[in-house]
Every structure is written in C-alpha cells, then in structure tokens.
C-alpha cells in the first residue's frame, strides 16, 4: 500500500513538472525600413501579466511556462502587433516595426503598453525619442539633444550660452555623459549654444537622475546615456538640413545588405565666414563628424565600431586662437552565448583637448584628459521574474594640466610643462531585477569600484599634511608652504581608495494603471573639474582624487508616485528626492586654478545636500501631445572649520550652491494642425542663478571698495522665455525620393532680456552706484530646410 502511495505521488510529481517545464522565446527587434534595432520596445504577454524590454542592442528574452500565448509588441512611434505563437520549445523569433511589418498577424493595441514600465522597479528615469526631440522649438534653427532635457524635471543650467547640465541640484561635472558607452567630457559647441550631439545621427538617449544601475559608476548625478543610429543596412540614404548659422549631413547604407551598414554624419557652422567679409577679424565655429560601422557575424555576433571628432575654433584678431573638442573610438562585440545570455565587449577611447596659440604673449598652452577604457558587461535573463547584469569595467586615465611652448623665436618664454598625472579605476558589479510578487517587483545590485592614483609625479608634503592653512590674525585661509617632496616612479601608487555602492529600488503595483517606488544608492566620483564658475569653460581641467582631493561620495534617497490614466492618454509622475555629498570641493578666497601646479593648496573639502519635489505630466496621445514639468528643490553647500578656531568658507553657514534654482517650470506642446504642418511651443521659467551682490562700500584713499555679505544670498532676476515653432512638410505622402520640410522658429518670442550677469560701478556723472545686466539673447528667429533622399 506505501509503494502505492509512493509511486502516485512520484507521477503526480513528475506531471506537475512538466507541465511547469519552461521555455524561452528570445530575439531582436528592429525598424523594417533599415533594419536599425530598436531600443526599449515593450513584450508583454497578457494572458501571464509578463513582460520584457528590449536592452540597448535591441534583444529580448523572456523565460514562461509551455503553451500557446499572444504576444504583444510595443513601441511609442511604431505600429503596435499582437501574434500568436506556440511555444512548446525554445523559440528565435526576430520582430520587424514599422508602417508595413510582415508576415504578422497585426492589430493594434491600445491597452498594456504602460503597464510594464508602472511595474517596473525604475524611477528617476527619463526617456526621450529622437521623433520628440526634432519637434521642439530650436535656437539658431539646430535641435539639441541637450537643450531638450532641460524640458524634464530636476533638469537645469546656468541660463543662455551656459554649457553642461545640472541635475538635481548638482553639479554639472557629476554628470556622466555617455555616447556608445564612451565617455564625452565636454558637452557643449560654442560656449554652449550648440551641444556636441547631431540629432540626425542619434537613435536613443534615456537621462537616470537616480535608482541608478550599478553598471553605471564613476558620477555622483546623473547619467545621460546616449546611443548612436546603426546606418541602413537594406538600401542608401541620405539626409541634412542647410540652416542660417549651420548645416550637417548624414549618409548611411549597406555594407552587406541586411548584415552589415555604415554611417557618416557631419555638421559644421558657417557664421563666421560672413565675418571675413567685414572688417571684423574674429572668428568662431565649430564642425563635427559622426561614424559608425555595424556587421553582423552570425545570428549570435555582431562588430560595431563607431567613433566622434568634434572641434571648436574661436579667435579674436588673430592674436588668440582657442581650439577644443572630444574624440572617442568605440569597438564593440555583441556575443551570444544562448538564449538566456548576452554579452558586450567594448574597447573605448576617450580625449578631451584645449588648446590656446597666444601670438601675443609667444606662447602655445595644450591641455586634456585621455581615457581607455576596456568593459565586458553581460546580462542573464534567468527566468521571466528574474534578470541578472554583471560585469567588469576598467578605466586608465592620463591627465595633461598644462603644457607650454613658444611659438616663435625669442619669446622670451620657456618651455614647461606642469605634472601629468596618471590614474586606474577598476570596478566590478552585479544587479538583480526580480519579481517578488504579481505587484512587488525589486531591483537590487552592488558595484565595487576602486582607484589608484599613479606615479610618476612629485608629490608636495606639508606640515600636519595640510596644504591649505588658517592665519588666525587676519581670518583667512591662505596657501601652505610645502616641507618636501617625494617621488613617485612611473605606476606607483600615490594614493588608493576603495568603495562599495549598494544600489536598490523597490515597486509596488496598486493596480495595472498606478504604483509607487521607492530608491537607494550610493555613487562615488573620482575625478574633479576644477572650476569655480557655474557652467564649465573649456579651460576647465579635469584632476584625479589623491591624498588631498578625497573621492565624493553620495547617497540618494527618492519616493515616487506614477498614474496613468484616461486609457493610457495621459501620464503623472511625482517623485521626492534627498541626497547628501561628501568631499565636494570648495575653494578658499582668491583661489587661483588656472596653470596651478599645486592645486591642493587652494581647495578645501566641504558637503552638500540636495533635495525637492518633481512633477511631470504628460499627454501621450491625440493631436496635442506634450508634457509639464515642475521642479521645487534646495541645492546647498558647506565647507566647516577643521578646528574650532577656523571660519571655514561663509562663516561655516550653508550657502545655496551656484547651480540652485528653487523653481523651474517648463510647459512642452506639439500640436499636429494637419499633414503639413505641425507646431510647437516651450515656455520655461526658472528662479534666478544665485549670486553675491555687494551689501555696502567703504572708502580706502580715496577709493570706493564693495563689501560683501555672504556667499550666494542674492538671485540674478527671474528667468523666462517662450520659443514657437512651425514644420511645413511639402509633400507629406511622397515616401521616395527627394522630401523636404521648412522649419520656422523663433527662440525667445517676446524678447527677454535674462541676465546672465549683474555688474555694478560708480555712474561718472552722478557718482551714484547703478547695475548693468548683461543679456545674450533678445528674440531669434531661424529657418532651416530638411531634406532626405
């Protein structure tokens, strides 16, 4: 009878197995006009309330029991299809999207394509298509990938003809800025009126403010993650735009039809060539080139190799000449190991010149940062509640503060050269998506970075080891003078440093159309820019952590609250962050960083903290499309006596950093009047950038000098611009040959005069005081005709 029992028991068994036996439909997902893969496309099976993404190469995998499901397809731009598929074992099964997919059993669905990102455990994140970017109103007729971001909440800058971006309250060097995983250190063209990004050349950017994956490290900020188009591989195509100030082009094509495709994109500013026609001898422009190879192997590799060269040129009488700009190598391999796993190589370089020819003063000045970068990352799609990411990511730095050379006989200057500096940052990570529950879904990781700063340099010592000392007779900070000096040879460590940044975010579903979330984590940056004005300049120079310039560390904390409603047409995200940064440099009064060999001598460490309430509201469908965004947040920073007798910087008081803005508005629309023309509107406004204006005067021998209060207690006035805009497609059903289209903006339609900066003097006449505000831009109206063949 026990045998009996046994043996039912043992079939029971087995026939639940089975029928709980898994298999795993996987595949890419790409444009059926280019072949080019898509990024983020949803899977969603409804009938198991499931699904995946696409990763950054366009591959899924999604693990499930046997059976016969629907199988729905999503992505915001492109035809939406459901299929019917029996999965009875393992299934390859590529997915082409576009006006004319198939060899599929479509019809178009209106319902899930939100559900998987309300249940998934990411927040803090921002998306946008290329589609959304080339329809917002453009200044001197160029979309900007970076000026579109500054439409999303806890997005800012320091105003007009500011370069970098600030997030969150942070600065704009805590920024990790990444195009094909390789790393841009300047973003911006001409001072920040152009960013270094061709749009025609960009398939896909998604903006991580916080929950950051751990396969990101080395910013404490943000990450903007940027990945550029494949090419065509089934047939040749170009296009561009010819534009007022500039114009760019794009090729792209076959290598191999339908395995491999090249692109080349190119842009260059032509302004200054009017000027030649003046008497007017100065100069600015900038030019860059996009290119990209794609091939694929076999149905389990695929080659990329992509690059960027970007320059910019400004002089004035052709006596200084300044010259800067990235350039990045990328090669990548995209190996699959089985239907489960996927891996990418990458070997990355990465260089950031300046340059100045100072005819004269008889000298040149060179100065940069170059990185190589090797990273092998892989993703493990273990079953379809649980994904894994793991990998390594190695980083050898070789930084250039300064090189002079004369450049021309008898100069009078001598040749130098200040200490190069060398560093390594290896890092290892692991990341974990689960899902717990049909509502609770987690996503967990830990990365454990490290760093070593190398020789060969010789490194200054001080008294104490204290580079920066008080004078308590006067109450100010001032330059130590070193004791000695000690020699590093070539890779010997100089300084090393070590951290673990657990990372974690948490979702609960209230239902198929709300949840909230929650995360953690913890950055740490090595590297400093070395600056003490609010947006990034060119002559900014990059320095690595050592004995006296600590890592930063952050942690973040965010809560959020996500809606969608009225079937999916319109979206709410509410999120609440606070974060807090150790070893943020300050700088001591009359700090001098430019050509300084020993710049430990003027900085001191401090902290800041960061914190605030962000709104979006988006209306998805319809012919008015668009989104609100409202930030309300506090960006502070403090920089405390070592010792009891010591002032620190401001009294030790908490002061609002030189990126705080208490609030920041931004309103989007794109109206689709009919098939010929579409309009757009932005209208930002912003709280004025805070500054220190003087509080007083007294007189010293008989001339006026300004007293100060504390630092950053004033705000330039309120900020504020509304940019229109009008597309005019000739011919909207010509699908063929040559197509066009008019672009009409106008940047700043009521002319606002926003201050960049505030000055004051002594009126001559009067001899009373009164301020002068500097303003860059009025009203700027631009047209740019787009074409593509």
Do not use: C
Not at 93 to 99: A, P
Not at 136 to 151: A, C, F, H, N, Y
Not at 311 to 324: A, I, W
């Amino acid at each position: 009878m026990n045998i009996k029992i046994i043996i039912s028991l043992l079939l029971l068994s087995t026939s639940y197995l089975f029928s709980q036996e898994k298999v795993t439909l996987s595949g890419t997902i790409s444009d059926t006009r280019n072949n080019e893969t898509l990024i983020g496309v949803t899977i969603y099976i409804k009938s198991l309330q499931t699904g995946t993404t696409t990763n950054e190469y366009g591959f899924y995998s999604i693990t499930v029991p046997k059976g016969t499901y629907n199988v729905q397809i999503n992505y915001i731009g492109y035809q939406s299809i459901e299929q019917t598929i029996d999965l009875n074992q393992n299934t390859r099964k590529n997915f082409s999207l576009g006006e004319n997919s198939q060899d599929l059993q479509e019809v178009v669905i209106t319902e899930n394509k939100k559900k998987v990102d309300i249940r998934r455990p990411e927040m803090s994140v921002n998306k946008l298509t290329i589609k959304e970017i080339k329809k917002m109103p453009v200044v001197l007729g160029e979309t900007d990938v970076l000026k579109s971001i500054l439409t999303l909440p806890g997005v800012t800058n320091a105003g007009e003809g500011a370069s970098g971006f600030n997030v969150r309250g942070g600065a704009a060097d805590q920024n990790l800025i990444l195009l094909d995983e390789a790393t841009i250190y300047n973003s911006s063209h001409l001072f920040g009126f152009f960013s270094v990004f061709n749009s025609d050349a960009i398939k896909d950017l998604k903006l991580y403010k916080g929950g950051i994956p751990a396969r990101f490290g080395g910013r404490l900020s943000s990450v903007l993650d940027i990945y550029q188009k494949e090419g065509n591989s089934k047939e040749f195509h170009m296009n561009g735009g010819i534009g007022l100030i500039s114009s760019r082009l794009l090729a792209e094509g076959p290598i191999s039809k339908d395995k491999g495709s090249f692109l080349v994109a190119g842009r260059s500013s032509y302004a200054h060539l009017f000027l030649k026609l003046t008497d007017n001898k100065n100069s600015a422009y900038f030019y860059d080139l996009n290119t990209k190879l794609s091939y694929k192997l076999n149905d389990n590799n695929n080659l990329y190799l992509s690059g960027y060269f970007g320059r910019d040129v400004f002089s004035l009488n052709d006596s200084f000449e300044n010259t800067y700009g990235n350039t990045v190598v990328n090669l990548r391999w995209n190996h699959l190991f089985s239907n489960k796993l996927f891996s990418n190589m990458s070997l990355i370089y990465s260089d950031y010149y300046y340059g100045l020819t100072l005819d004269f003063a008889g000298f040149n000045w060179d100065s940069g940062i170059k990185n190589y970068n090797f990273k092998y990352d892989l993703k493990h799609y273990v079953s379809d509640k649980m994904q894994l990411s793991y990998g390594l990511n190695t980083i050898y730095y070789d930084f250039n503060p300064g090189t002079i050379k004369p450049n021309k006989p008898n100069s009078g200057i001598n040749a130098d050269q200040l200490d190069k500096k060398y560093a390594f940052e290896p890092s290892l990570y692991i990341d974990a998506e689960q899902k717990v529950t049909e509502n609770l879904s987690i996503n967990y990781g830990l990365r454990y970075s490290m760093f070593y700063r190398l020789g060969a340099q010789t490194i200054n010592k001080y008294q104490n080891d204290q580079a920066v000392v008080f004078n308590n007779d006067i109450k100010i900070y001032e330059k130590a003078t070193p004791i000695g000096t000690e020699y590093y040879r070539s890779n010997k460590t100089i300084a090393s440093f070590n951290n673990l940044e657990p990372r974690l975010s948490v979702a609960y579903a209230l239902n198929d159309d709300q949840s909230v979330k929650a995360s953690y984590n913890r950055m740490s940056q090595y590297l400093h820019l070395i600056s003490n004005t609010a947006s990034p300049t060119p002559l900014d120079v990059w320095a690595p952590s050592d004995n006296f310039l600590k890592p930063q560390i952050l942690d973040q904390f965010a809560v959020g609250y996500f809606k969608n409603f009225s079937d999916d047409k319109y979206s709410l995200e509410l999120e609440t962050f606070y974060k807090k940064i150790k070893n943020r440099v300050d700088y001591i009064d009359g700090a001098d960083l430019i050509a300084n060999n020993a710049i430990e001598q003027v900085i001191l460490p401090g902290r800041a903290r960061a914190y605030g309430l962000e709104v979006l509201l988006r209306k998805n469908t319809g012919k008015l499309t668009g989104w609100v965004s409202y930030t309300l947040s506090r960006s502070e920073q403090q920089t405390p006596g070592r010792t009891p007798d010591e002032l620190g910087i401001n009294n030790s008081d908490w002061y609002r950093t030189g990126y705080d803005k208490t609030h920041n508005l931004s309103v989007t629309g794109s109206y689709a009047y009919n098939e010929k023309w579409t309009f757009g509107g932005i209208f930002a406004l912003q709280s004025g950038q805070p500054v220190t204006y003087p509080n007083g005067q007294y007189q010293y021998q008989g001339i006026s000098v300004p007293s100060y209060g504390g630092r950053n207690d004033n705000s330039l006035p309120l900020y504020h611009h509304l940019d229109v805009s009008a597309t005019y497609v000739p011919k909207p059903d010509k699908k063929k040959g040559w197509q066009g289209e008019w672009v009409f903006s106008i940047y700043n339609l009521y002319s606002r005069k926003n201050a960049a900066s505030i000055s004051f003097r002594q009126n001559e006449d009067t001899g009373r005081n009164e301020a002068l505000r500097l303003s860059i831009f009025g009203m700027v109206p631009s047209v740019t005709y787009n074409f593509k063949f």
